[in-house]
């Protein structure tokens, strides 16, 4: 029992940073990226904290951990080609995001338009890395680690899906649209957008190999019982939050 207290406190420490962290970026966005350029108190909660940043990033580590434990060599052709292509689409759309007006904003509209160019760009830029790999006599180059990218690339897909499937399931139930990107570009039935995911994947990717080692180091050092004290006078304000102000709707 002593085991499941601890291990369920580490990773309620876990989602709880990621729940602040993932509401600080929310209202900054709003306060001075984004309109309406004043703070805004973002979620459904009343407190400082996002759950769905909390639960996304506890999904990527239960996911990822043992794929980013590895190391994927560019001298593996799949993970070359992959990397090449996320690297090409990545600066491809994001060229015409900022060159092109009007702005593209539905996807099917983009593939029309684009897809085609994006088609080839991605086939020269895969026999010229291909091409260059063979021809390199460099073993630092060979044995380049792409993991990253990788990951980068699962984290994308990962955290849009999870954006979509909320967004899907609180217009449904709750008839709340708590975000719209219709005007957005690249965006998917005003669900999810390219700039949202293109962040969402930049910011986990960072997340997850900067801070998420500084909050292992941190969980093994805390003592059983300080972790679970944490776990109680961050996690029961937490709950009552969510009890009063989303099931009761009392505040």
Known sequence: ?????????????????????????????MWVVCPPYHFVNRGVLLGPFLPIYGFGMLVLLFLLAKFMSKSHKASNPL???????????????????????????RVDYFLEQYGLGLFIINVIALLLI????????SKELKNLDLT?????????????????????????????????????????????????????A???TFLLYTVQPL?????????????????????????LDFILHVVLHII
Request: with cysteine.
């Open 1 to 29: 029992m002593k085991k499941i207290l601890s291990k369920f406190s580490e990773y309620y420490i876990i989602f709880a940073v990621y729940c602040l962290i993932g509401w600080l970026y929310e209202v900054f966005m």
């Open 79 to 105: 993970v070359l080609s992959i990397s090449t292509v996320i690297i090409t689409t990545f600066i491809y759309i994001t060229t015409i995001e900022y060159t092109t007006t009007p702005k593209i904003l």
């Open 130 to 137: 291909n091409i260059l790999l063979k021809k390199t006599k």
């Open 148 to 200: 990253i990218y990788l990951v980068f690339l699962a984290i994308w897909i990962i955290t849009t899906l999870i954006e979509y499937g909320t967004h899907y399931v609180i217009d449904t139930f709750q008839h709340k649209m708590l975000w719209d990107y219709t005007k957005d570009f690249l965006n998917i039935n005003k669900r999810v957008n390219w700039d949202a995911s293109r962040n969402f």
């Open 202 to 204: 930049i910011g986990g």
């Open 215 to 239: 909050l292992n180091k941190l969980n093994n050092k805390l003592k059983d019982k300080t972790k679970l004290l944490i776990t109680l006078i961050v996690g029961i304000p937490m709950l």
